[in-house]
């Protein structure tokens, strides 16, 4: 294996958490609004606010994610198209990706916090 073959399996499996994390939050939304109450003005219940504020949370750290990402290459890319023949090789500061891997983890661990809540409010009514 080389350095470029763990950087695409890098990638890939952290693409199809982001991928699954985002249906994740998505779904535990559709979970919080099958507890809905009152038919004229619908109300989730209190308990379920802090796991929908998680959700909502983990999408935007996912959004986060990707629009650093996009605007960080973007610059790097501009910079180095600038400055570095087409055949000359370079690496990309550790740092650029910094806060790339930064939200990616905030948005699992909120997600899952989120879900932990959801799943200890069900077992609380069971």
């Keep these: 294996m080389t350095r470029a073959d ?20 998505f779904a535990g939304f559709g979970i919080i609004w099958v507890f809905k109450s009152g038919k004229e003005l619908p109300q989730v219940p209190a308990a379920l606010y802090a796991p929908a504020i998680k959700f909502g949370l983990a ?5 986060l994610q990707y629009a650093y990402a996009s605007a960080a ?11 570095v023949r087409e055949e000359e090789e ?4 550790v ?7 930064i939200f990616f983890w905030a948005k699992l661990i ?3 916090g ?10 609380q009514r069971s």
């Design 95 to 101: 740092a650029l990706n910094a806060p790339t891997v």
């Design 114 to 123: 989120g879900y932990w809540e959801l799943l200890a409010w069900l077992l």
């Design 110 to 112: 909120v997600l899952g």
């Design 59 to 63: 999408l935007a750290a996912d959004l």
């Design 6 to 25: 763990a950087q695409e399996a890098y990638w890939k499996h952290s693409a199809r958490a982001s991928d699954a994390a985002r249906q994740l939050a």
């Design 73 to 83: 290459w973007a610059i790097f890319h501009r910079y180095k198209e600038r400055r």
């Design 90 to 93: 370079f690496r990309a500061p």
